[in-house]
C-alpha cells in the first residue's frame, strides 16, 4: 500500500470513528397512557422532536425527556411505541415488528396494577417483560434495557375497591416496584428498575406534592395526578421524566434547575420545578443510581 493511499485510509477511519463519536444515542420507550401522558396536556407536548413508530403524533414523557436532554447538551433520538391500557403481551404480540430493532436504551412500562384482571399480581409482567427484554437483548446485548416501576394511584387507594384501597398512598408504589424487582431478577437483560413511584412517594413525604386530592389541594403543594386521580398531571409526568433523565444519562437533575424549558412549557412554576427535580435525585441517589452530590450549576 502506497504512503497516499495509508494516508486516505487512516483519513477515512478516522472520520468514520469522528462519526461513531458523535452519533446520537437511540432510545425506545414501550408502555402504555402513563408514558404517553393521558390527562395532560403532556400528551401533544414537542412531538415533532420524537418519533412515534405508531404515528398517532404522540409527544408524552419521551418528549419532556428528549428536551431534558437536549439542555443537557445529550444527543437521543428518542422514539415511543405506546396504546392504553396495555401490558407487556400485547406489545408483543401486535408490535414486534415496529420495536424488533437495536436500540441503545429501552424504557419498559406495563400496567399500572401489574395485571389488569388480577392487580397486583405480578406474573404477566414476570414472563412478558422476560419474553420483551431477551428479544430486545438479543438486537443489541449493549442495549441498557430498564423497567419502569409506576405510581400510586389516587383513586384505588381513595375511592374505588382494590388491594391499595384503605392503604397509606405510598403502598401501591411500594407493591408496584416489588413486583418489578421480581421481574428483573428473571431478565438478565434488564439492568435495573426506574423508581418513578417511588420518587412520587418522595416528594409527596418531602412537602413537594399533596398525598390525597380527594381533600383538597394543600397551598404550596402540588398535584401530581390529573382530574381522573389516576394519570398524572403534568407535574407527574414531569417528575417521571427527571427520574428516567437522571437515570439514563447519570446527570443530576437539579442541574436542570428553576428556568428548565420542559417545566415552563408545561406551566410548572420554578418552585414546583426545583421541587420535582430535587424529588427525582433523592430518589435516585437513595437506589445508587446517582452520587451524593451538591446540585451542579444550571447549563
Given at each position: 500500500m502506497t504512503i497516499s493511499a495509508l494516508?486516505?485510509?487512516?483519513?477515512?477511519?478516522?472520520?468514520?470513528?469522528?462519526?461513531?463519536?458523535?452519533?446520537?444515542?437511540?432510545i425506545l420507550f414501550v408502555g402504555n397512557s402513563f408514558t404517553f401522558g393521558a390527562t395532560s396536556p403532556v400528551l401533544?407536548?414537542?412531538?415533532?422532536?420524537?418519533?412515534?413508530?405508531?404515528?398517532?403524533?404522540?409527544?408524552?414523557?419521551?418528549?419532556?425527556f428528549k428536551v431534558l436532554t437536549y439542555q443537557?447538551?445529550?444527543?437521543?433520538?428518542?422514539?415511543?411505541?405506546?396504546?392504553?391500557?396495555?401490558?407487556?403481551?400485547?406489545?408483543?404480540?401486535?408490535?414486534?415488528?415496529?420495536?424488533?430493532?437495536?436500540?441503545?436504551?429501552?424504557i419498559l412500562q406495563g400496567q399500572s396494577t401489574l395485571d389488569l384482571d388480577r392487580p397486583g399480581d405480578a406474573t404477566r409482567i414476570i414472563e412478558y417483560g422476560r419474553?420483551?427484554?431477551?428479544?430486545?437483548?438479543?438486537?443489541?446485548?449493549?442495549?441498557?434495557i430498564y423497567y419502569q416501576a409506576t405510581w400510586s394511584r389516587a383513586d384505588l387507594?381513595?375511592?374505588?375497591?382494590?388491594?391499595?384501597?384503605?392503604?397509606?398512598?405510598?403502598?401501591?408504589?411500594?407493591?408496584?416496584?416489588?413486583?418489578?424487582?421480581?421481574a428483573r431478577a428473571v431478565s438478565s437483560a434488564v439492568r435495573g428498575v426506574l423508581p418513578v413511584g417511588e420518587a412520587w412517594n418522595r416528594a409527596m413525604e418531602s412537602g413537594v406534592a399533596d398525598p390525597n386530592p380527594y381533600d383538597g389541594l394543600t397551598f404550596g403543594q402540588v398535584d401530581l395526578w390529573g382530574w381522573d386521580q389516576y394519570h398524572a398531571s403534568a407535574a407527574g409526568y414531569y417528575?417521571?421524566?427527571?427520574?428516567?433523565?437522571?437515570?439514563?444519562?447519570?446527570?443530576?437533575?437539579?442541574?436542570?434547575?428553576?428556568?428548565?424549558?420542559?417545566?415552563?412549557?408545561?406551566?410548572?412554576?420554578?418552585?414546583?420545578?426545583?421541587?420535582?427535580?430535587?424529588?427525582?435525585?433523592?430518589?435516585?441517589?437513595?437506589?445508587?443510581?446517582?452520587?451524593?452530590?451538591?446540585p451542579s450549576p444550571s447549563p
Open positions: 494516508k486516505s485510509l487512516c483519513l477515512a477511519l478516522s472520520l468514520t470513528l469522528l462519526a461513531a463519536t458523535a452519533r446520537a444515542e437511540s401533544r407536548y414537542r412531538p415533532e422532536q420524537v418519533t412515534d413508530l405508531n404515528k398517532e403524533g404522540i409527544g408524552g414523557v419521551p418528549a419532556i443537557a447538551g445529550l444527543d437521543y433520538q428518542v422514539s415511543l411505541e405506546t396504546s392504553p391500557g396495555k401490558n407487556f403481551d400485547w406489545h408483543l404480540a401486535n408490535r414486534l415488528p415496529l420495536i424488533d430493532r437495536p436500540w441503545d436504551v429501552v419474553q420483551l427484554s431477551d428479544i430486545l437483548g438479543r438486537r443489541n446485548p449493549g442495549a441498557r387507594t381513595y375511592a374505588k375497591p382494590s388491594p391499595w384501597n384503605g392503604k397509606p398512598i405510598s403502598a401501591m408504589a411500594r407493591d408496584v416496584r416489588a413486583g418489578y424487582d421480581r417528575l417521571s421524566a427527571l427520574v428516567i433523565f437522571g437515570a439514563v444519562t447519570g446527570r443530576d437533575p437539579r442541574s436542570l434547575g428553576e428556568r428548565e424549558v420542559a417545566a415552563y412549557e408545561l406551566g410548572l412554576s420554578p418552585a414546583q420545578a426545583t421541587g420535582l427535580q430535587s424529588a427525582a435525585y433523592e430518589q435516585l441517589r437513595a437506589e445508587g443510581l446517582l452520587p451524593d452530590a451538591p
